[in-house]
């Protein structure tokens, strides 16, 4: 029953780098979404899909890149990172995107980027 | 867009009381949905209650109820015979069924005092 799953639980990054932050769902839900939390702040959407192939732009999109090639996964490309991007990242999945809404979130990467 | 506010950055509460966390929300819609979302130290979120706004009815779980007043677009929660184990950070969401994204408060540190 594993539900949401994410790599790597926590990450070090030099300014400049760039990694990948896996994230798999075995619910076979058609939403996806990525969300940061910074220190005392509530959960800020970067990047949603509504199935494979579809991906669109959240509240804080600057910075990252995802894909979907599959319903299972979907994950989040930080390119060229900053220290503005030192955060805890969560995926999440919905089975639908306009119906009850409930979302179902993996445990989340701590990122730091010195 | 709509904006979720949590006044209390942190509540306490005496093990077996009582204690209720408060959310205000700011929406032009008639239709959405609310949840209110635990996360202990092991960060990942769990959802505790949800409540539909198009329902009378307040939501109830267990020991977990909400007052939900949609003309004045509150919507508290109450934990009754409080456990050691409810100690979390509380984070108050709002949904629209028109947009693939969940607004957070900023979240509620909530100690449980033995």
């Known amino acids: 029953n594993a539900g949401v799953t994410q790599t790597p639980k926590f990450r070090i990054l030099k300014i400049g780098q760039s990694m990948t932050l896996q994230c798999t769902q075995d619910?076979?839900?058609?939403?996806m979404y990525w969300y940061r939390q910074d220190p005392g702040m509530g959960l800020k959407l970067i990047y949603y899909?509504?199935?494979?192939?579809?991906?669109d732009k959240g509240e804080v999109p600057n910075g990252y890149n995802v894909s979907r090639s599959t319903t299972e996964d979907f994950p989040l490309r930080l390119e060229l990172a900053a220290p503005s991007q030192t955060s805890v990242y969560f995926c999440?999945?919905?089975?639908?995107?306009?119906?009850?809404?409930?979302?179902?979130f993996g445990e989340g990467s701590r990122l730091t980027v010195l | 867009a709509q904006t979720v506010t949590q006044s209390q950055p942190e509540m306490s509460v005496q093990e077996a009381e009582t204690v209720t966390l408060s959310c205000t929300y700011d929406?032009?819609?008639?239709?959405?949905?609310l949840f209110w979302y635990k996360q202990p130290p092991s960060r990942q979120m769990i959802l505790v209650i949800r409540?539909?706004?198009?329902?009378?009815q307040n939501a109830t779980e267990n020991r977990f109820s909400v007052n939900f007043q949609k003309a004045a677009k509150s919507f508290s929660l109450k934990i009754s015979d409080s456990q050691l184990g409810d100690a979390a950070m509380y984070f108050c969401?709002?949904?629209?069924?028109?947009?693939?994204?969940?607004?957070f408060g900023a979240g509620t540190r909530l100690t449980v005092k033995p």
């Open positions: 999440a999945s919905s089975l639908g995107g306009i119906n009850t809404g409930e979302l179902f």
């Open positions: 619910m076979n839900h058609n939403y």
């Open positions: 899909s509504v199935g494979a192939g579809i991906t």
């Open positions: 929406t032009s819609e008639s239709d959405y949905y």
């Open positions: 409540q539909e706004a198009y329902k009378q």
């Open positions: 969401a709002y949904r629209s069924p028109k947009v693939n994204d969940m607004r």
